[in-house]
């Protein structure tokens, strides 16, 4: 069976086998991987709107329970790391979902913000694992308010990107703050998940209101449930794994993918 996303025909099986293994190779980091699935809509399925940001939060929504549920299991979520997290993002997606629909609706200017944020996210995981400065334990000291406001800053971002925030503070949380990521992943996962609803109601909100300017700013729900269902399995999989991969191996591998989707952006920008 198939389903049509931009005029482009779609195999069901596809966006669903596309987020499990997004899902599964980023969640022990903490990330949800809607980063990585905006390049595939824009660039295999042409599904090039504003819409598509939405879209990533429905994704996220669908999602991340799977991970979230397999580290509240595991008594491996710090809850107040996660309150400090959702207290910075959930008012700056609201934010940057109004920058998105407003000043970013042409699609080659997405495209270079996307790489932007790719590369930045690609240079703080290869930092972290070329860092010779030792992981603290997990419960050591490290600065709340600093995390807080960085969040607020993510929640930007993530409004505009629809990556809901995680996506930064995680490897932010793993260089910077220096937070290990069997620390960080859950809160930062949670956080993502609680932004992403935010984000997703702003969306629909602005959808019916003039702010929209008759752009298509509301989510694809059919694309956006079956990237769910895959990145759901592959969430709670991928936090299943995370004690058996090594983190540098994660972060690395990791770094590497998204530095490489940032310059192949920036060079078709260019062009």
């Known amino acids: 069976m198939h389903f049509a996303v931009s005029g482009v025909v779609c195999p069901l099986w596809l966006p669903p086998l596309v987020a499990f293994f997004v899902a599964l190779l980023v969640t022990p980091a903490g990330i949800s991987g809607a980063f990585l699935l905006l390049p595939f809509q824009i660039s295999v399925l042409g599904f090039v709107t504003p819409a598509v940001t939405p879209t990533n939060l429905v994704y996220n929504i669908v999602a991340i329970p799977g991970g979230v549920y397999r580290y509240i ?3 491996r979520m710090d809850w107040s790391l996660a309150w400090s ?3 910075g993002t959930a008012p700056g997606v609201i934010a940057g979902s109004v920058i998105r629909i407003r000043y970013l609706p042409d699609p080659r200017r997405v495209k270079l913000f996307v790489a932007l944020v790719l ?3 690609g240079v703080r995981l290869l930092r972290g694992v070329l860092a010779t400065v030792p992981t603290p334990e997990p419960g ?3 600065d709340r308010w600093k995390l807080t406001v960085l969040a607020l800053v993510v929640g930007l971002i993530g409004g505009i990107y629809g990556v809901g925030g995680g996506a930064i503070i995680a490897p932010f949380a793993m260089t910077s703050v220096r937070l290990p990521a069997r620390v960080i992943a859950g809160p930062a996962l949670l956080g993502t998940l609680v932004t992403s609803i935010v984000g997703l109601a702003s969306f629909e909100v602005l959808g019916r209101m003039s702010l929209s300017a008759g752009l298509a700013v509301r989510p694809d729900w059919t694309l956006g449930l079956l ?10 999989c991928g936090a299943r794994l995370q004690k058996r991969l090594p983190e540098k191996w994660i972060r690395f591998g990791l770094g590497l993918l998204v530095s490489a989707l940032a310059i192949s ?3 078709q920008f260019l062009r």
Do not use: S
């Open 119 to 121: 590369l930045y996210l």
């Open 85 to 87: 997290i959702i207290a």
């Open 140 to 142: 050591g000291h490290f």
């Open 73 to 75: 299991r595991e008594r």
């Open 227 to 236: 990237f769910g269902a895959g990145g759901m399995v592959g969430a709670y």
């Open 265 to 267: 952006y920036v060079v």
